[in-house]
Antibody
Framework: QVQLVQSGGEVKKPGASVKVSCKASGYTFTSFGITWVRQAPGQGLEWMGQ????????IYAQKLQGRVTMTTDTSTSTAYMELRSLRSDDTAVYYCARDHRGYDLSHYYYMDVWGNGTTVTVSS | SYELTQPPSVSVSPGQTATITCSGRKWGDKSACWYQQKPGQSPVVVIYQDTKRPSGIPERFSGSTSGNTATLTISGTQAMDEADYYC??????FGGGTKLTVL
């Protein structure tokens, strides 16, 4: 079945970096994009950015520009999200999700398969 | 940038209709989607491209957009529908979320 399996939880100190992986299976990896979303404790969903698994093109949320890098490895059908210069407010559950973007009478963008989430805790 | 505004909470009795709104942009030729998230679980898309339901999502879930407002409607709400609901715009922006309580 189609699934995304994420790497395990991480505990990092402020200023460090974290790299979360997201391994896809059950579908043609390069036919879809991967979106990254995070959720701070007790808070809502925050869109972080998106990468095309077809050509590697990326779009990042403005507030994370310069600190986040999204990549893919098509040989292993794995997407990665690296966040640098971590702060305490980066503490969150990080999700990857398979996305659909396009135009069909209107522009659309949605995620239909989500990973299990990776908890990243930033604490001194 | 802009924000999508949702009511923080909506309460409904079992069997009644729940309506959750999402406002803050002129939808026009940009579609909305909706996610359901239960505690400790990953989100699940329940409506995409304004009105479409993924396979496996009950028919009681429906969506619409008009002017500046996208709406998620749950007809005949069941206890299992109690969850947080988020709208999302075509450029990735999420609404703040609505906690649906089925009393």
């Amino acid at each position: 079945q189609v699934q995304l399996v994420q790497s395990g939880g991480e505990v990092k100190k402020p200023g460090a970096s974290v790299k979360v992986s997201c391994k896809a299976s059950g579908y043609t990896f390069t036919s879809f994009g991967i979106t990254w979303v995070r959720q701070a404790p007790g808070q809502g969903l925050e869109w972080m950015g998106q990468i095309s698994a077809y050509n590697g093109n990326t779009i990042y949320a403005q507030k994370l520009q310069g600190r986040v890098t999204m990549t893919t490895d098509t040989s292993t059908s794995t997407a990665y999200m690296e966040l640098r210069s971590l702060r305490s407010d980066d503490t969150a559950v990080y999700y990857c999700a398979r996305d659909h973007r396009g135009y069909d009478l209107s522009h659309y963008y949605y995620m239909d398969v989500w990973g299990n989430g990776t908890t990243v805790t930033v604490s001194s | 940038s802009y924000e999508l505004t949702q009511p923080p909470s909506v309460s409904v009795s079992p069997g009644q209709t729940a309506t959750i709104t999402c406002s803050g942009r002129k939808w026009g030729d940009k579609s909305a989607c909706w996610y359901q998230q239960k505690p400790g679980q990953s989100p699940v898309v329940v409506i995409y491209q304004d009105t479409k339901r993924p396979s496996g999502i009950p028919e009681r879930f429906s969506g619409s957009t008009s002017g500046n407002t996208a709406t998620l409607t749950i007809s005949g709400t069941q206890a299992m529908d109690e969850a947080d609901y988020y709208c999302q715009a075509w450029d990735g922006v999420f609404g703040g979320g609505t906690k649906l309580t089925v009393l």
